[in-house]
């Protein structure tokens, strides 16, 4: 049993939630822990990078990763010129980024261990441990009835969670104080420990283990592709977007940086579609020919080491719900596109940013509400922990409502329009090239009829 450890708030994951939350509750002069299963923060890196520039408003000032700005927002559809509006953002470093506020954090007292994951929570003295079996398993208290690939991803989940180990005792739960939660951690090359908290914060993302446990998780994704490839954009003042019906659901990216540039697609994608691999590698190598055969970048791309491989055969990097395979050099990840949850708390349970489904399920992306949502959690446990009132973490969730809510509705609502239009999805039949055309500019932020009531 490796040793134990207490503070009041144990922060999981050092994604933008996580790491600014740390920045937040450090700087109000709350004990807090801040765990990640990653041994290096952000590595892999599994985003595009790009920020709106309101983003230094909810740190008062500027931040640090920037590596270049931008002003307005290209949209091609079909790959055809549609149209251009301002879009004021900040390419990031998004490790500098992350580093900096982890950074902060330390030199303010509080704990950061990298290379620890959290594996299971008890609540009180040994609520979950079954003696004898040496067995811990993670009981999801209100499971909500998930529907289609969430449902999925719970049944695998909690089949897999359950473990056997050796070395964790009830005794090892006796000392638990009345209200405290027992959050038991695993460390790379270290013993099973305990870190008890007032507070659980789940900012451990997409998949997250605090919302399976208080039985919320996000129930819909995308799956976002791409690298960075070392090339730079002709014009580094604007992001890029195209759509193509063969990206289905989402949209390729060409987002400009000093020195490279971020390029990719986000689909919709079901968990157990066999053909993932080749299906996403024949889209994301389609798009790529098609950019570099347009005339964005400083010079025209050569192979990358990336397509040999892809050619070669060799299958993409896969995120964690589907088996992990070798690694063909792009870049993978899940992006939560099924809308808020309804549960963000649950007694001494938070989650914040894609754990909390706060991602724009239409734009895919998530950071600036991540920061938000943890901008949100520190005033709300501040005042929690002062009054020594844990009622008062439910304010999270009218807060969430109030801040998030009508726009991730509207994303939801033209969402669901998207995906029941699109060419080859649900109205196969109906697809021409103008529908497609009328059918973007409905659904994407760029257009004025995205806006519509
Ligand atoms: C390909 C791609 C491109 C994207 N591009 C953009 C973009 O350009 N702009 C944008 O705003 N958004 C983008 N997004 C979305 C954005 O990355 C997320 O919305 C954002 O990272 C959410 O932050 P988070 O802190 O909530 O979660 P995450 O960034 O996912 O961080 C969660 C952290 O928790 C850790 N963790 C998970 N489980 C555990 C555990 N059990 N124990 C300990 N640690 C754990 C993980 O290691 C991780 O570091 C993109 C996403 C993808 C996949």
């Not at 695998?156 to 090892?172: A, P, T, V, Y």
Request: net charge positive; proline share 5%; hydrophobic share 35%.
């Amino acid at each position: 049993m490796g040793k134990n450890l207490k503070c009041e708030v144990l922060i999981i994951g050092a994604g933008p939630a996580g790491a600014s939350l740390a920045f937040y509750l450090a700087g109000k002069g709350i004990e807090s822990i801040l765990i990640d299963k990653k041994q290096r923060i952000d590595t892999p890196l599994r985003c595009a990078e790009y920020v709106p520039a309101p983003i230094v408003r909810l740190f008062g000032g500027p931040i640090s990763g920037i590596n270049c700005s931008t002003v307005s927002m290209d949209t091609y559809i079909d790959y055809k010129y549609a149209n251009t509006i301002p879009s004021p953002g900040f390419m990031l470093d998004r490790p500098v980024f992350l580093r900096t506020l982890v950074d902060s954090f330390i030199k303010q007292g509080g704990k950061f261990m990298p290379g620890t994951k959290a594996v299971s929570f008890d609540e009180g003295y040994g609520g979950t441990f079954k003696s004898g079996h040496a067995k811990i398993s993670i009981r999801n208290r209100d499971q909500q009835n998930n529907e289609s690939i969430g449902k999925d991803i719970q049944q695998k989940e909690s089949r897999g969670i359950g473990f056997k180990k050796e070395g964790l005792r009830r005794k090892d739960f006796r000392d638990n104080d009345p209200g405290m939660v027992s959050t038991v951690i695993q460390g790379r090359y270290e013993e099973r420990s305990i870190i008890r908290s007032k507070i659980v914060v789940g900012a451990d993302g997409p998949n997250s283990i605090v919302g399976k446990y208080i039985g919320s998780i996000n129930s819909g994704y995308i799956l976002g592709l791409g690298e960075k490839i070392p090339v730079e954009a002709k014009d580094k003042n604007k992001t890029l977007i195209f759509f193509s019906p063969k990206i289905e659901g989402g949209y390729g990216w060409l987002f400009p940086k000093e020195g490279s540039t971020n390029i990719g697609i986000g689909c919709q994608f079901a968990v157990n579609k066999k053909n993932i691999n080749i299906t996403l590698k024949n889209i994301y190598k389609d798009f790529k020919n098609e950019i570099f055969s347009m005339d964005f970048l400083d010079q025209k791309g050569g192979r990358s080491d990336t397509d040999e491989k892809i050619d070669a055969g060799e299958p993409i990097e896969q995120p964690d719900m589907i088996p992990r395979s070798q690694n063909s050099g792009l870049m993978t990840g899940l992006i939560p596109a099924s809308g808020m949850l309804k549960k963000t708390v649950s007694g001494s349970f938070i989650l914040a940013g894609d754990a909390a489904g706060l991602t724009n399920p239409i734009t895919g992306t998530g950071i600036y509400n991540a920061v938000n949502s943890s901008k949100i959690i520190s005033s709300v446990i501040s005042k929690a922990l002062k009054n020594s009132e844990m009622d008062l973490l439910s304010d999270i969730e009218k807060q969430y409502l109030d801040t998030f809510g009508r726009s991730l509705q509207r994303a939801i609502s033209r969402r669901v329009e998207l995906m029941d239009s699109w060419p080859g999805g649900n109205a196969p039949d109906a697809y021409s090239k103008s529908d497609f055309n009328v059918l973007i500019r409905k659904c994407w932020i760029s257009f004025k009829d995205y806006w519509r009531p």
